[in-house]
């Protein structure tokens, strides 16, 4: 099993910079959506669209608004039509970048996506030319704080999981897609506390950045991206040592 997440740190970053940006509410009601999505409006049926709505509960979101969330998720918003789209090219430094949209105006998103590629200082690419460096999992976090690992481990792995790693804050645990609700509601039947469930992309092969800088840029890039409308979700490759992490604080 491995270590340290290596996402944890940009994660943990994220989390930071979001709150300070007042942008806490839409990524909370965009998880709803991508859960909903994934698994249906049912929340006693889809687990991971009912930790995504407890999430935003627990980060005071309006009903109106999960409601809303909900229902754009699961298609069922009268008048309106949403298309999933996955952007992929190259930010800062030549790393890779997929950035997942939803959208009822592919005619309106693409060509604001596009240049948001070209403001980061990169180039958006043709389908295919990232997408074979990336792995879509299932993601499940768990809060730390007098846990057990072998025996959290034992409970994820019985319930269909592959991985897991630790920080100071919690674990995180891998998983086959198909696999995402039955694992994340077996743990937390176990009495653990689950505080995400969710698909991601995880890249196979990473790029080290190495300089403060360099750093800043890729953030940035995230920032720019993950404030657009439309966007779900962005991924990238690069990975942020925790000292040049800190020098970011």
Same mark, same amino acid.
């Given at each position: ?14 989390? !930071?910079? &979001?709150?300070?940006?007042? *942008? ?15 698994? +249906? ?7 991971? =669209? ?13 009903? &109106? ?25 190259? +930010?800062? +430094? ?20 596009? /240049? =948001?590629? =070209?403001? *980061? ?36 792995? &019985? ?16 998983? #086959?897609?198909? !696999?995402?609700?039955?694992? !994340?509601?077996?743990?937390? #039947? ?25 750093? /800043?840029?890729?953030? !940035?890039?995230? #920032? ?9 979700? *962005? ?6 040592? &925790? ?7």
């Amino acid at each position: 099993m491995s270590g340290h997440s290596k996402w944890a740190n940009i994660k943990h970053r994220k989390a !930071a910079q &979001d709150a300070k940006k007042g *942008v806490a509410y839409q990524r909370l009601t965009k998880n709803i959506i991508a859960a909903a999505k994934a698994g +249906g409006g049912d929340p006693n049926a889809n687990f991971q =669209l009912k930790v995504a709505i407890d999430r935003a509960r627990e980060g005071n979101v309006p009903m &109106d608004n999960i409601e809303r969330a909900i229902k754009r998720g699961a298609g069922n918003l009268e008048g309106v039509t949403y298309e999933d789209i996955t952007y992929e090219g190259y +930010g800062p +430094g030549g790393v890779a970048v997929m950035v997942e949209a939803s959208t009822d105006n592919r005619n309106r998103t693409a060509p604001e996506i596009r /240049s =948001l590629f =070209l403001k *980061v200082g990169g180039a958006i690419g043709e389908v295919g030319c990232v997408a074979w460096n990336f792995e879509r999992r299932g993601m499940v976090t768990v809060k730390g704080g007098g846990v057990d690992e072998d025996t959290l481990l034992g409970v994820a792995i &019985d319930a269909g999981a592959d991985d897991m790693s630790s920080d100071e804050e919690g674990f995180e645990i891998i998983c #086959d897609p198909s !696999a995402l609700s039955s694992v !994340a509601r077996a743990i937390k #039947d176990a009495g653990y506390v689950v505080e995400g469930a969710e698909i991601s992309m995880e890249p196979k092969t990473t790029v080290a950045v190495r300089t403060k800088e360099e750093a /800043s840029k890729l953030m !940035a890039m995230i #920032d720019r991206f993950e404030e657009h409308d439309d966007v779900q979700n *962005v991924y990238s490759n690069f990975e942020i040592p &925790d000292e040049i992490l800190s020098q970011l604080e």
